[in-house]
Structure formats: C-alpha cells, structure tokens
C-alpha cells in the first residue's frame, strides 16, 4: 500500500517543480489551451449541429409519427453527445502531449537534469518522435476503449454496476492516463510501450497513487490545462523510479558526500518487481 502514497507524492512533487520554475509552467500551459480551444470548437459545432446530424443518419424515420420520431431520433443525439464527450475526455491528454511533444519533452529533459545523473535524449527527429507518440497513443486509445465497453456492460449489474464497476473504470483510466504521460520520460530512454506497460502492471499500486488522483482532477478541462505541466514532471519523476535511476541518484549523492546526502533528490523508490501478465 505504501506505493500508493509514493504514486501520489510524485504527482505533488512534479507541481510543486513547476511552480518553482515558472518559465515551464508557462510553457506547458500553451498545448493545453491550444487543444482546448480545438476541442471546445468542435464541442459547440457538435452541439449545434447534433439534431441535424442524427436526422441525416435516419432517414428511414422521416415518416414516423409523433412521438415516436422525435423520441428515437432525441435518444440518438444524446447518445451521440455522450459519446462525443466520453471521446474528448479519454484523448484530450493524449492530443495535448502531441501538441505539445517538443514542449513537453524539453520539460521533462530539465527534470531529469534537475535530478542529476544522465539526461537520456531519443536522438530521433521530430517527425519520427511523432508518429511514435501517435502510433501509441492510437495503441492506449484501442485498450482503453476496449475496457470502457467492457465496465459499461458490466455497469447494468444490480449493485456491482453501481459501486464497484465506477471505482473499476477510474483506476483503468488513472492506470493509462499514468502510461501517456510517463511516455514522454519513457520514450526519451527508448523503452516502447509494450515495455511501459509491463513496467506499469510491476508497480501497480505506485501506477493507480499517480494516476487515479489525476483522472478524478482532469475531469474538469480548465483543470486539466493547469494540471498538465506538473503532470508531466511528475510523471518523468516517476519513470527515474521506474527505471531505477531515482535509488542510482540517490546512492551517488550519498558516496559522494561520505553517506550524508543532503542533495538527494526527493523521488526515492525501488526497480520494478516480478509483473503479471494481466492488467
């Protein structure tokens, strides 16, 4: 359990960095509001323009009487905005990380340099860097779509679908939200997503701790924006854990000040342990 409190202590950790250089939180909040005003354009068009495309896709109900017609048809357009907004809600992290990939990833490289130890660097040219966040992205999109039928189905069961399906489907989006954003530290050291994912499911706990308190806060887009930075120093905190770099620091700093080590950096943490196959 204690990997929880150390998941949510890397999300205030990484706040806490970029209010203390406001230089990156000013420039981490650019991709946020770009894709927000993107998404809050296409939101209005859709709201406008809902009853007109419902009535597009059902000719067929043209001649029905009323209430019938108006009844199917206004099922339908609540349906379709629903989706719409379940779509935004699970792609807007990872639109706004592709926006802001060049943003985000000299972030995360002042992290780690703040951090002390290497600053690992893909060595690959933008577009390429690119299409990878992309590619993985559509990749995390797949599953989480997936899962989200999956607990939608399971919602309809008496009590279950009530309680304990909503916990179920937060702590699958706290875990692949915590995956988008460990990308851009991840992707930078060259591990691929299969990689992350099984690294990820090796510490669970610590996952869930960084990313369900983060879902829960970017249910509200104003939020998400603001949140967005510090996420992302946060979340490369917690990749050095990851990976092991944080307790290589840590025992660095410890030799080289004779066992004292007043500069160790606060993201303490072990390597990864044995990992399951399931999520």
Known sequence: MRDLGVGFGYLVKGQRWV?????????GLLPGLVTLVLYAAALVGLFYGAD??????????????????????????VL????VMFLAVITFTAVTLLVGQPFYESLSEAVDRSEGGDVPESGLPLWRELWISARDSLRVLGRVVLYGVLLFAL????????TAVPVLGFCVSGFFLAEELTAVAMQRRGIELRE???MLRGR???????????TLAFLV?????????GAVAGATLMARDLTGEAAGAGAG???GSGGADPGTPLTGGTAPAGVPRDW
């Open 204 to 214: 669970r706990l610590l996952t869930l701790g960084f990313g369900v308190p983060l």
């Open 253 to 255: 700093a410890a030799a």
């Open 155 to 162: 919602g309809f069961i008496p009590v279950v679908g009530q």
């Open 52 to 77: 007109d495309l419902t009535a597009w896709a059902t000719p067929f109900a043209d001649d029905w009487s009323s209430p019938w017609q108006g009844l199917f048809r206004g099922f339908l357009t």
């Open 221 to 229: 887009p104003f939020v998400a924006v603001f949140l967005m930075p």
């Open 19 to 27: 209010g203390a250089h406001g230089r990156w939180l000013g420039f």
């Open 196 to 198: 992350r994912l099984t």
């Open 80 to 83: 379709l905005v629903a989706l």
